[in-house]
T-cell receptor, first 111, second 113 residues
Framework: SQQGEEDPQALSIQEGENATMNCSYKTSINNLQWYRQNSGRGLVHLILIRSNEREKHSGRLRVTLDTSKKSSSLLITASRAADTASYFCATGNSGTYKYIFGTGTRLKVLA | DVKVTQSSRYLVKRTGEKVFLECVQDMDHENMFWYRQDPGLGLRLIYFSYDVKMKEKGDIPEGYSVSREKKERFSLILESASTNQTSMYLC????????????FGSGTRLTVV
């Protein structure tokens, strides 16, 4: 049961540019998380935003959440080649510890 | 450095074999999860456990079973491996509510021939 859908599926940008990825989901959530996956490796937790928050920052990451539109965006500013990875959103419902992952956005940052 | 360790990075098994994938975490987390990841399908939950000896089916449990005899260890078992179980398998753990996010292992790429 896929909850999150990331958009675009793939994104290619030049180093120094900003990268924006979007996530849409279907049911009400308690919080939303973003993860990064380097090729062939496990996922790494980046940032969590709760349903009562609209925006959150962590270093070069900025996450927004619009619960009325059931969508979130992840912005990576001043991208670097090392940001090349797949990015996944994961949604959690109230009262559950299970998170449902989307299919991911593949980001390629060209040096 | 806290971590989740999966016993093998790469594994090749024959059709019909019984396969054990092991996962160990050192964070004293209550919750542990097994996902498989396939191109275009994202991560799909196979099984999860919220306590020792407790387990619940995820979205695609068919052909799999799990064992959690100790808090730190969660094993995924392929009773009779088939070629359609060729995939990347990811183990994760989290505190009870999962609000600090999941910690993932590095993954096991299983090929069934």
């Amino acid at each position: 049961s896929q909850q999150g859908e990331e958009d675009p599926q793939a994104l290619s940008i030049q180093e120094g540019e900003n990268a924006t990825m979007n996530c849409s989901y279907k049911t009400s959530i308690n919080n939303l998380q973003w993860y990064r996956q380097n090729s062939g490796r496990g996922l790494v937790h980046l940032i969590l935003i709760r349903s009562n928050e609209r925006e959150k920052h962590s270093g070069r990451l900025r996450v927004t959440l619009d619960t009325s539109k059931k969508s979130s965006s992840l912005l990576i500013t001043a991208s670097r080649a090392a940001d090349t990875a797949s990015y996944f959103c994961a949604t959690g419902n109230s009262g559950t510890y299970k998170y449902i992952f989307g299919t991911g956005t593949r980001l390629k940052v060209l040096a | 450095d806290v971590k989740v360790t999966q016993s093998s990075r790469y594994l090749v098994k024959r059709t019909g074999e019984k396969v054990f994938l092991e996962c160990v975490q050192d964070m004293d987390h209550e919750n542990m999860f097994w996902y498989r990841q396939d191109p275009g399908l994202g991560l799909r939950l196979i099984y999860f456990s919220y306590d020792v000896k407790m387990k619940e089916k995820g979205d695609i449990p068919e052909g799999y079973s799990v064992s959690r005899e100790k808090k730190e260890r969660f094993s995924l078992i392929l009773e009779s491996a088939s070629t359609n179980q060729t995939s990347m398998y990811l183990c994760a753990s989290s505190p009870p509510r999962g609000e600090d996010g999941y910690t993932f292992g590095s993954g096991t790429r299983l090929t069934v021939v």
